[in-house]
């Protein structure tokens, strides 16, 4: 297995089954720090650089908390508009990473272009962590749903995982690859403007991912064991920001997750939604026994923790 100390987590493409199995063991064992709200020492001498051009809740803030649980500190910017990379100057992401690695031990960047967390790699001395490119992958999404299911399944070999929302977004992409080294199934709902590109597809195929094309959700909820949820209705990813709209289009019920659909769902499936969610996935399903996006939100931090202490050597 290749050594986490000092990597770049960019894209799940390369990513071998056993560090998949690394990283969820790690998490086991820094999950208890999170659990007990308390924070330690393990990354005491550490900083933490966020370079988020994009709005984000979830994927920035879990990024913080794992790292300020480990002892370490945090610095960086949650709008490029605040900075010289998005004001009159539009520094490049090369000018801008050269002096971000002297700010900190890792980086870990959010952008509207694809590929932009691979061109920062390419300039910095400290990690990179890949915290959602565009429309091209979420690494550490993936990996801490991923996590989620084999802590609430015990495996994720031998599941059905209906992917339902738009399959051109990152969080897709990333789970069609890292799916390629389980033995699952991923079965793919989506409008038909909004399905897998042929090329992605193609790379699935080439890759030995095991999946199929539904058009309704009926068609898979009675034998799947996650389904996993992104909006059919999207902001365009390759903005920095969308302000919102006075009108939005509505999902249609063949895309959308309700109480009475769940009723013919396999008693022991699981949701998953990465969030924020608009109507895909009603607030009436939260309390259901299905519903385990709240624990996928906490397993959010505890992945970033097995992360960050794995790319700064902790465990080597």
Same mark, same amino acid.
């Given at each position: 297995m290749r050594s986490f100390a000092g990597r770049d987590i960019l894209s799940l493409k390369e990513f071998e089954r056993n560090e998949f =199995? $690394?990283?969820f063991e790690i998490a086991d064992r820094v999950e208890p720090i999170a659990r007990e709200? *308390?924070? &330690?020492d393990m990354l005491a001498h550490k900083t933490l650089v966020t370079a988020f051009y994009q709005p984000s809740t979830r994927t920035r803030l879990a990024h913080e908390a794992a790292m300020h649980r480990?002892?370490? $500190? %945090? &610095?960086?910017? !949650?709008d490029a508009k605040m900075t010289r990379a998005g004001d009159f100057y539009q520094e490049s992401i090369k000018d801008t990473v050269h002096m971000l690695e002297f700010y900190g031990d890792v980086i870990v960047m959010r952008h509207f272009d694809q590929g #932009? /967390?691979? =061109? #920062? #790699?390419k300039w910095s001395s %400290? /990690? %990179?962590i890949n915290g959602g490119d565009g429309w091209g992958e979420h690494p550490t999404q993936i990996l801490t749903d991923l996590y989620t299911i084999t802590k609430e399944m015990g495996s994720v070999d031998g599941k059905s995982i209906l992917a339902v929302g738009d399959h051109r977004m990152r969080t897709m992409h990333s789970l069609g690859y890292a799916l390629s080294q389980f033995d699952a199934e991923m079965v793919i709902l989506a409008p038909e403007e909004m399905s897998p590109l042929p090329e992605f597809l193609a790379e699935l195929d080439e890759k030995g991912t095991n999946y199929r094309i539904v058009d309704h959700i009926d068609e898979a909820i009675e034998t799947t064991d996650v389904i996993y949820m992104e909006p059919v209705v999207q902001p365009d990813y390759t903005k920095a920001r969308q302000e919102k709209q006075e009108v939005y289009a509505r999902t249609d019920a063949k895309y959308q997750v309700t109480t009475e659909v769940m +009723? +013919? #769902?396999k008693g022991s499936s699981i949701i998953l $939604? !990465?969030?924020? *969610? *608009?109507? =895909?996935?009603?607030p009436e399903v939260d309390d259901s026994r299905h519903a385990r996006y709240w624990q996928e939100a906490y397993n959010g931090v505890v992945m970033r923790m097995a992360l960050l202490s794995s790319v700064l050597g902790v465990w080597e």
């Open positions: =199995e $690394h990283l709200r *308390r924070n &330690t480990l002892g370490g $500190h %945090v &610095t960086g910017f !949650s #932009a /967390p691979h =061109e #920062a #790699a %400290v /990690p %990179v +009723k +013919k #769902a $939604h !990465s969030l924020p *969610r *608009r109507d =895909e996935l009603l």
